[in-house]
């Protein structure tokens, strides 16, 4: 049986920070793993959404997954996020994950496309299949893909694939959320359910789930890790605290262009990440000037 016991906690799609040509900048790649690190995550993501995935080519993927885990030191797991089209090219990426070191990958329901369940299961089992020892977490997030991971499709792959062993649902559906750790929770073998929606770590967690991967923690980790550290340490109020001073942050980069405000924010604290890869901008205005009031509010800056 795969080793699951790792798999769990605050997560970050650790963010990209870019020079004015959109290539990594390495020094403050490097700066921003020992940053998440020193804020108590438990786990780095590498290419979420939140990391600007989808504008980097595979000379680039392996040239900052090399980064990443040669900064890591091995002090928290690598998880080396996966949202290719084409199959082929994600088995690519799935065996340069291993390859590299990656502690596991999570793969993303293809773009663009809305795919059948039994396209689907062809697609997401020859990439479990091309990597059978490493650990695969599901990531459905059908706010950017255009539809969602089915229930039977979900236990198709458990069922046929022993290294799928988890999921982040960025639905923002609690049930479906609660419903997803409900099937899964009797198995012979552990599940592990993330959150992927920032405001809803504390209710993941309440429902059974293992964590969140929480694009927040790459600019406050001690804060969002604070819900799950307090949670698990029995502090229910301490933790619900934490989730609703957190919350009113988390909702004001809505209003900036995806993925600009993760950047926006950080910038804003002082990370000196650089702008969003091209053509997305940062914010600027009253955009701005509200997630600064939030971040103020919350003491964050």
Do not use: W
Request: charged content about 20%; glycine content about 8%; aromatic content about 8%.
């Amino acid at each position: 049986m795969i080793d699951t016991s790792f798999i769990k906690g605050i997560i970050p799609p650790i963010i990209t920070p870019v020079d004015d040509d959109s290539n990594v900048n390495e020094a403050k790649m490097r700066d921003q793993v020992d940053f998440v690190i020193n804020g108590g995550v438990h786990g780095i993501l590498a290419f979420g959404s939140n990391s600007e995935f989808y504008i980097f080519e595979e000379d680039e993927y392996r040239k900052i997954l090399e980064i990443i885990i040669s900064q890591v030191k091995g002090r928290v797991p690598v998880y080396m996020g996966i949202g290719a089209i084409r199959t082929q090219k994600c088995v690519r990426l799935a065996k340069m994950a291993q390859e590299l070191g990656a502690n596991g990958i999570s793969v993303l329901q293809p773009m663009f496309l809305k795919l059948t369940d039994e396209e689907m299961y062809q697609h997401f089992s020859a990439i479990a299949n091309a990597v059978p020892t490493m650990p695969m977490l599901l990531y459905n997030n059908p706010g950017r893909t255009g539809y969602t991971m089915s229930y039977n499709f979900v236990m198709r792959m458990i069922e046929n694939c022993p290294n799928v062993v988890g999921m982040k649902d960025s639905s923002g559906d609690m049930t479906r959320t609660s419903e997803t750790i409900r099937m899964t929770r009797d198995l012979d073998r552990p599940f592990k359910v993330f959150g992927g929606k920032d405001t809803l770590v504390f209710g993941t967690l309440v429902h059974g789930g293992a964590g969140a991967v929480c694009t927040t923690a790459n600019i406050f980790p001690e804060l969002v890790c604070s819900i799950y550290e307090k949670f698990i340490a029995g502090d229910l109020q301490g933790a619900l605290d934490a989730q609703y001073r957190m919350n009113p942050v988390r909702l004001s980069m809505d209003l900036a262009s995806f993925p600009a405000a993760a950047k926006d924010m950080a910038n804003m604290a002082g990370r000196n990440v650089g702008n969003p890869c091209r053509p997305v901008l940062p914010s600027s205005g009253k955009v701005l000037e509200t997630m600064r009031d939030e971040m103020k509010k919350a003491g964050i800056i």
